[in-house]
T-cell receptor, first 112, second 112 residues
């Protein structure tokens, strides 16, 4: 299995909702990432997990809460989001040593 | 940390035209360099990479050579197709911590 999968593909939520994004990889990669991407812009790093431990938090608001239950799975818990949080959320993984990153197809999030 | 500057688009070409997208970088040492491609509605795909000076990465007819003298990693393709229409991102590691730095992206549109 050489891909990163993300669910759901699309998500619409209200500002008071709680939802979660899920990311999975079975390539044995030990680093996993969450990115946020606005239309026609490059991805912006949010979080990095290395060996299931949070190693980078790019000053992301606490309404985004990452979780890495095991080496194959990465979640992003969402609560009390704002309309400006609407974006494409991308998950990626890389082998140990932070070489090239492999991206999933993303979750298109709309906050109403 | 390292940085990258990428030629901005949009770029519109006719089918079978020659493509060059410029990318220059500033880096400590000689990090790996990457080109990613994002097709409409999808996540990022690693297009090609080069891991050391003078390396040439190639894939799907695209090529880029790691030039340390000019700190460049320009993307080229001899004959573009309509299916190459996408956004292209140049990228390199920001530092040793796993964060990738992306260029601003170049949107390519190929007309039949």
């Amino acid at each position: 299995d050489t891909e990163v999968t993300q669910t759901p593909k699309h998500l619409v939520m209200g500002m008071t909702n709680k939802k979660s994004l899920k990311c999975e990889q079975h390539m044995g990669h030990r680093a996993m990432y969450w990115y946020k991407q606005k239309a026609k812009k490059p991805p912006e790093l949010m979080f990095v997990y290395s060996y299931e431990k949070l190693s980078i938090n790019e000053s992301v608001p606490s309404r985004f809460s990452p979780e890495c239950p095991n080496s194959s799975l990465l979640n992003l818990h969402l609560h009390a989001l704002q309309p400006e949080d609407s974006a494409l959320y991308l998950c990626a993984s890389s082998p140990a040593g932070f070489n090239e990153q492999f991206f999933g197809p993303g979750t298109r999030l709309t906050v109403l | 940390g390292n940085s990258v500057t990428q030629m901005e688009g949009p770029v519109t070409l006719s089918e079978e035209a020659f493509l060059t997208i410029n990318c220059t970088y500033t880096a400590t040492g000689y990090p790996s360099l990457f080109w990613y491609v994002q097709y409409p509605g999808e996540g990022l795909q690693l297009l090609l990479k080069a891991t050391k000076a003078d390396d040439k990465g190639s894939n799907k007819g695209f090529e880029a050579t790691y030039r340390k003298e000019t700190t460049s990693f320009h993307l080229e393709k001899g004959s573009v197709q309509v299916s190459d229409s996408a956004v292209y991102f140049c990228a390199l590691p920001y530092n040793q911590g796993g964060k990738l730095i992306f260029g601003q992206g170049t949107e390519l549109s190929v007309k039949p």
